[in-house]
């Protein structure tokens, strides 16, 4: 009979972490990138209408890049101080982590988003068209986020060379909340 309770607890706070997740949507404001001409000869960046939830890239590589790194940077408000401060700085080497012999919390998260194209970030990466489409970081976010403006900064970088640079700035929010406070 005891073990009635502790089950309906465990039920109860799968569901309760279920809706916290739910709860928060993601919006994005910016997205811009910077690519190195060397390597890559064309570029899209584009926050998808009209939710604006989802992201997709376009990158079309001149060369063969052998080794393939990536520093991954989050930063969120800190005021009245300082509009951002970096809470996660994390530096990959792509090649590992697609192997599965490096693995990052954070990292983790940007590789899901990236769904079936997340299988494109091999080494060694060929030249050619690559596109992800529909990248949507918001599925795999943490529930315990709170709402929150942020600031992504993502720097993907060979042996002595930058090969695409992106900032994304966004914020997290509660649509009931909102949608309370619009009426």
């Known amino acids: 009979m005891a073990q009635f309770p502790l089950i309906f607890l465990l039920i109860f ?14 919006m994005w404001k910016t997205f811009n990138c910077l690519a190195n001409p060397n390597y890559i000869s064309e570029h899209k960046c584009v926050i998808l209408e009209p939710e604006k939830s989802l992201i997709t890239a376009e990158l079309n590589y001149l ?10 940077k989050l930063f969120m408000p800190r005021r009245p101080s300082r509009p951002y401060q970096k809470v996660i700085d994390v530096n990959v080497d792509i090649c590992q982590f697609a192997k599965g012999i490096h693995g990052h919390r954070f990292m983790t998260i940007v590789v899901k988003a990236f769904g079936k194209q997340g299988s494109q970030l091999k080494c060694p990466h060929p030249k ?9 970081i918001a599925e795999n976010l943490p529930a315990f986020l709170p709402e929150t403006d942020f600031k992504i900064e993502m720097n993907f970088l060979t042996t002595g060379a930058h090969l695409f640079n992106t900032t994304l700035t966004g914020f997290l929010f509660d649509p009931i909340k909102r949608k309370s406070k619009t009426t």
């Open 13 to 26: 706070l799968a569901s309760q972490s279920e809706s916290a997740k739910a709860r928060l949507q993601l």
């Open 128 to 136: 050619g068209l690559y596109v992800y489409p529909n990248i949507n």
């Open 63 to 72: 060369k063969d890049v052998t080794t393939f790194n990536a520093t991954f």
